[in-house]
């Protein structure tokens, strides 16, 4: 049994004591929200934001900012056909359709393109994923989102710490999303973060956010979501987000000590980091080369043996039985992310991996493709 982690946060002094303050002063008059509060403050401002609102997961903030922008029946919103299906459950809970677009084979992530090819009249949404810390063309999907009118979410759960031209993951589109899952760079164990700069907007998305009642008041004027977050939660996040360079560092380090450990075997993309990019580097992404004939389900079971855990790349969500009916015009329509997830799977990323794990892990991979 292996004693290495797929993935696990980093805890240490500050965030116990930070926590300890919450959970002894924080729940009478204004210390109720305090670190909900200082937690928006300093993240919106750390990207560059206006507007921050805390949920309590990140598939919570996608939806609730679908909602904020109006999204309804009969509406369309795109996609990545690869991706975590919590980038595209609120588009379902909002009685819209999902169209699923193709992914690009380096950076795995939607481009220009294949979001042209998906718009329709009825096309309201883009759904951009920083795919494992990858950034897609920003310049060319804004261009077109712009052209054609549509809007752009940022889905930036897995990107904290990446930055495309020199402007940070969570910077890009109408508004952007993070997530504090217990795997995450940042951690609230669970937990998410929707980023704003427009103000009628984040208006909107706050009233949404809490029963639809008038600020102050216990007055509702709608039925909407209970989509708060508490306090403990969030002084967990502003003490890890005091850490954040220090925690991208170490994700960039593991990332990073893989490249360096796979470089003498050919055929291997782990995740770009192109002229321009910054990768954070969540989670590091290995695809097989077709000369290895290495696919996702053989590596699975080939490195289990040798202890070395992994996990698949995210399955194509139209081949999912989540969406019935969808597999056959994905594997025509998105040839790329059907390829590219049959022959990759995720490698450890916990923040408490040693030289010692990335040399086990390496060296199983080695072993596996016989270099």
């Known amino acids: 049994m292996s004693n290495i982690h797929m993935a696990g946060?980093?805890?240490?002094?500050?965030?116990?004591?930070?926590?300890?303050?919450?959970?002894?002063?924080?729940?009478?008059?204004?210390?109720?929200?305090?670190?909900?509060?200082?937690?928006?403050?300093?993240?919106?401002?750390?990207?560059?934001?206006?507007?921050?609102?805390?949920?309590?997961?990140?598939?919570?903030?996608?939806?609730?900012?679908?909602?904020?922008?109006?999204?309804?029946?009969?509406?369309e919103v795109i996609a990545p056909d690869c991706t975590w299906i919590g980038s595209v459950a609120g588009i379902t809970y909002q009685r819209a359709k999902t169209v699923f677009a193709d992914i690009d084979p380096e950076h795995w992530c939607l481009t220009p393109k294949s979001i042209e090819n998906a718009i329709t009249p009825n096309t309201k949404v883009v759904i951009v994923v920083n795919l494992y810390g990858n950034m897609p063309d920003w310049d060319g999907i804004n261009e077109v989102c712009n052209r054609r009118g549509i809007a752009i979410i940022e889905d930036a759960a897995e990107a904290l710490g990446s930055s495309y031209k020199g402007v940070l993951a969570g910077g890009f589109g109408v508004g952007s999303v993070f997530s504090f899952h217990r795997t995450k760079t940042i951690t609230t164990g669970e937990g998410g973060m929707l980023l704003l700069d427009d103000e009628a907007l984040f208006s909107r998305c706050k009233f949404l956010r809490d029963h639809g009642r008038e600020p102050g008041t216990y007055f509702n004027t709608e039925v909407t979501f209970k989509y708060m977050p508490f306090n403990i939660q969030a002084a967990l996040g502003y003490a890890q987000f005091l850490r954040i360079e220090e925690l991208v560092s170490k994700k960039r380090s593991?990332?990073?000590?893989?490249?360096?450990?796979?470089?003498?075997?050919?055929?291997?993309?782990?995740?770009?980091?192109?002229?321009?990019?910054?990768?954070?580097?969540?989670?590091?992404?290995?695809?097989?080369?077709?000369?290895?004939?290495?696919?996702?389900?053989?590596?699975?079971?080939?490195?289990?043996?040798?202890?070395?855990?992994?996990?698949?790349?995210?399955?194509?969500?139209?081949?999912?039985?989540?969406?019935?009916?969808?597999?056959?015009?994905?594997?025509?329509?998105?040839?790329?992310?059907?390829?590219?997830?049959?022959?990759?799977?995720?490698?450890?990323?916990?923040?408490?991996?040693?030289?010692?794990?990335?040399?086990?892990?390496?060296?199983?991979?080695h072993r596996m493709l016989g270099y």
């Open 9 to 75: 946060p980093s805890i240490t002094k500050v965030e116990e004591e930070i926590v300890l303050d919450a959970l002894r002063n924080g729940w009478y008059g204004k210390s109720a929200y305090q670190y909900v509060e200082l937690f928006e403050k300093v993240f919106a401002e750390y990207h560059g934001r206006k507007f921050a609102l805390m949920t309590p997961n990140c598939t919570t903030a996608i939806h609730l900012l679908l909602a904020g922008l109006g999204v309804e029946e009969g509406d």
């Open 254 to 365: 593991i990332l990073n000590g893989f490249k360096k450990r796979l470089s003498g075997i050919p055929d291997l993309l782990l995740n770009p980091e192109p002229d321009g990019i910054v990768n954070g580097a969540w989670a590091p992404a290995l695809v097989f080369g077709r000369s290895h004939g290495m696919t996702t389900a053989k590596a699975l079971i080939e490195l289990s043996k040798l202890g070395v855990p992994s996990r698949p790349f995210f399955y194509p969500l139209s081949s999912l039985p989540a969406f019935p009916g969808r597999m056959t015009e994905g594997r025509q329509r998105n040839p790329v992310a059907y390829d590219v997830a049959g022959r990759g799977i995720n490698l450890p990323c916990a923040l408490n991996l040693t030289g010692m794990d990335l040399d086990k892990i390496s060296n199983g991979i």
